[in-house]
C-alpha cells in the first residue's frame, strides 16, 4: 500500500512533503570496490579537482590517514553521490588496520591520481603513460546514422553560408 505525501491546505496556501517534491535519485549501485574507483576517477576527471588537497585538510599531521566520517564528508562535500553501502564498501576496503575508524586516504588518492600521472617518472624517463578513457555519457542508441549524419554536415553548411552572407552574430553578448 503506498502512501501519498501529506498535503495541507489553507485558502491560499498549501502544503507538500518535502519528499514528495524531491527529484528520485537512481542509484546503480556498483557491485565491487573497483566500479566505484572507476566512477570516482571518471567524475574526478572530467571536473578537473584534486580529491587529495580536501583530505589534507582533515589530516594536519599528513599520517595519510583520517576518521571515516571525514572521509565521507570529502567525497560529499566534492558532490560525489553513492549510497550508503557503496560509501561502506570504500571505507572497509581503505580500513587503517591498526585503527577500525580510520580510512587510509592516501592510499585512495594515490590509486584516483593515477589517472593524471605516475609516480616515479624521474627514475624512469622512456616509460609510457597510458591514457585514461573517460566512458561516454551519450546514449549509444541516439547515435546518427551515416545518411542523417551526411545530412547533418550538409545543413550546417547552409546555415554556416547563410550565417554569413547575411552577417549574423549567432551569439550576441546580451
Known amino acids: ?7 495541507y ?3 491560499k496556501n498549501t502544503y507538500v512533503a518535502l519528499y514528495s517534491i524531491l527529484p528520485k535519485t537512481n542509484y546503480n549501485e556498483a557491485n565491487d570496490v ?3 574507483v572507476d ?7 572530467r571536473n578537473r579537482i584534486r580529491l587529495g588537497e580536501f583530505f589534507q585538510d582533515h589530516d594536519p599531521l599528513r599520517k ?3 576518521d571515516a566520517t571525514k572521509f565521507k564528508t570529502v567525497l560529499f ?3 560525489l553521490q553513492f549510497s550508503i553501502t557503496e560509501y561502506e564498501k570504500l571505507e572497509n576496503f581503505y580500513r587503517d588496520p591498526e585503527n577500525n575508524q ?7 588518492n594515490e590509486e584516483v591520481e593515477k589517472i593524471f600521472t605516475e609516480k616515479d617518472l624521474e627514475k624512469n624517463p622512456t616509460k609510457t603513460l597510458s591514457d585514461f578513457k573517460v566512458p561516454s555519457i551519450l546514449d549509444p542508441r541516439n547515435l546518427l546514422q551515416p545518411q542523417e549524419a551526411i545530412e547533418l554536415h550538409e545543413l550546417m553548411d547552409k546555415l554556416g553560408t547563410d ?3 547575411r552577417r549574423l552574430l549567432i551569439k550576441p553578448f546580451f
Do not use: H, T
Not at 1 to 7: I, N, Q
Not at 39 to 45: N, T
Open 163 to 165: 550565417v554569413k552572407y
Open 34 to 36: 573497483k566500479q566505484l
Open 39 to 45: 566512477r570516482i576517477k571518471e567524475f574526478v576527471w
Open 77 to 79: 562535500a566534492q558532490k
Open 1 to 7: 500500500m503506498a502512501c501519498a505525501p501529506p498535503e
Open 9 to 11: 491546505s489553507n485558502g
Open 102 to 108: 580510520k580510512v587510509r586516504w592516501f592510499d585512495f
Open 64 to 66: 595519510g590517514i583520517i
